[in-house]
């Protein structure tokens, strides 16, 4: 009787899915300490950790009905739910920002919070994005906020330049200019252009903020255009208004001066404006890290008042590196409490695939400080009495567990990324030494136990100081 054939089953071919970054180790610690950084000049600046459930409810997190943001939600459907054939829209969706889940955090605890409420958050955000080179489905957004109750200080809009420049001064990614603008300021003069009617301003406001992604040319066509139709002087007028740009902190000054008196809404913005210049350089923002820009729009109707966009001075293709503004009620659809505030948004893994595409950033070296070899399974207990040592100093350690070629095992410390090496054979056990190879100069040294965790301190503290010069 034949048996019957087994068959192997088919290997899945491992792939990962498109618009996400996925990062070999070196790779991921330098991002990593980039999520540092910017976490420690938040908290630096008082701001607060939250987090939120990577999933909503879809009724609290889809706030309008249609729209782009619906198209790029996704849902979540548990197998129970698809077998037992459930229709409709799902009950949960994944988060596509960080500042949706805020407001309904916000209107959740709004009774255990203090107010003025200053909050950071870092996670990941899902959208259905279109595919095309450095956009992601899944990414970092490392956000801070400052809610307030029933009223907000515009004197918090100036703390959060302060909080951006301290964030990428510390990344060290090249010169930065945070660029200032006001939405009053935009309204009111806009309204003096006859472009008063709610729906044109919108769409003037969403080109104008192309000034510096698509020229003036394209600007001006669109304005002249059947969507925005205004009149060729008026466009040119516009124009001019929105080419602004400031080249020190006093010629920001005479930019608001050169504004007049005007409308109402234009007098609130120059005045808001002038506040949030003055605070800025009282936060010790040097001036040639701020800059007004009037083409800065920000969105269509969340922001209110400040406006922000961030941009590196040698690397303008990669736009905007951190963005926020000021919005009148955060929670408008979960309470009827009025909850305005300011924020800025950096969206980390976007920003973090550009600097490296354009060597701004590198790999990093392990995080692995120290390796202990093994030459002999007797020895074993002696390296790992060793490596508890180090680690107890503080000194991240890693033991090889299976004894091998001391070739090998260098071979392995120098692929890993690990600098020092320590070797523990028969001659070392005996006299209480170790040796300690630096695989970076080259060189080795024998130094006693009692004394190789302070050694290794002086030599990684040393290696750290000549790798930042």
């Known amino acids: 009787m034949a048996l019957p054939l087994r068959l192997e089953p088919a290997l899945i071919k491992p792939r990962t899915p498109a618009g996400v970054l996925e990062l070999l180790p070196p790779d991921q610690i330098a991002f990593q300490r980039m999520l540092d950084t910017i976490r420690r000049n938040f908290e630096r600046f008082g701001f607060l950790p939250v987090e939120t459930p990577v999933m909503e409810l879809t009724d609290v997190l889809l706030t309008k009905s249609g729209g782009e943001t619906e198209r790029q939600v996704y849902f979540v459907q548990s197998t129970g739910a698809l077998a037992k054939g459930d229709e409709g829209t799902p009950e949960m969706a994944l988060r596509f920002d960080l500042t949706v889940p805020l407001a309904r955090y916000v209107a959740e605890h709004e009774h255990d919070l203090a107010f003025p409420f200053r909050r950071y958050q870092m996670q990941r955000v899902y959208r259905g994005e279109r595919q095309q080179r450095g956009r992601f489905r899944e990414f970092y957004q490392c956000d801070i906020d400052v809610i307030g109750k029933d009223a907000l200080s515009v004197r918090f809009d100036a703390e959060l330049p302060a909080v951006i420049h301290s964030v990428f001064s510390e990344l060290d990614i090249g010169a930065f200019t945070i660029q200032l603008n006001n939405r009053k300021l935009m309204r009111g003069f806009f309204e003096a252009q006859g472009v008063a009617d709610a729906e044109q301003q919108a769409l003037v406001l969403r080109e104008v903020d192309k000034l510096d992604k698509r020229g003036e ?231 006693s136990r009692a004394e190789l965790a302070s050694t290794l301190r002086v030599e990684l503290a040393q290696a750290e100081a000549l790798a930042s010069r």
């Not at 007049?260 to 350089?281: F, S, W, Y």
């Not at 820009?293 to 209110?304: E, P, Q, V």
């Open 217 to 447: 040319d394209y600007v001006r066509e669109t304005l002249l255009g059947d969507g925005c139709a205004l009149s060729p002087e008026g466009v040119e007028r516009i124009l001019q208004f929105v080419k602004v740009r400031s080249t020190s902190h006093a010629d920001a000054l005479v930019q608001l001066d050169a504004l007049g008196e005007g409308n109402d809404a234009l007098r609130e913005g120059v005045a808001e404006l002038r506040e949030v210049l003055e605070l800025v350089r009282a936060l010790g923002v040097p001036e040639a890290a701020y800059a007004l820009n009037f083409s800065i729009a920000r969105g269509l109707d969340y922001y209110t008042g400040t406006v922000y966009e961030t941009t590196l001075n040698d690397y303008p293709q990669i736009g905007s590196i951190c963005s926020g503004g000021r919005y009148e009620n955060l929670a408008s659809h979960y309470t009827k409490s009025k909850l305005p505030g300011v924020g800025i948004s950096i969206g980390l893994t976007r920003l973090f695939w550009q600097l490296r595409e354009a060597g701004l950033v590198s790999s990093a070296q392990s995080t692995v400080q120290v390796l202990v070899t093994q030459m002999e399974s007797a020895h074993l207990p002696h390296c790992l009495a060793v490596a508890n040592d180090l680690r107890l100093a503080g000194i991240n350690t890693e033991v090889v567990m299976e004894p091998a070629k001391l070739a090998k095992q260098f071979k392995y410390a120098d692929r890993a990324g690990i600098r020092f090496v320590v070797v523990l054979g028969e001659d070392e056990i005996a006299k209480g030494m170790v040796t300690v190879k630096d695989l970076r100069r080259e060189d080795q040294f024998e130094v």
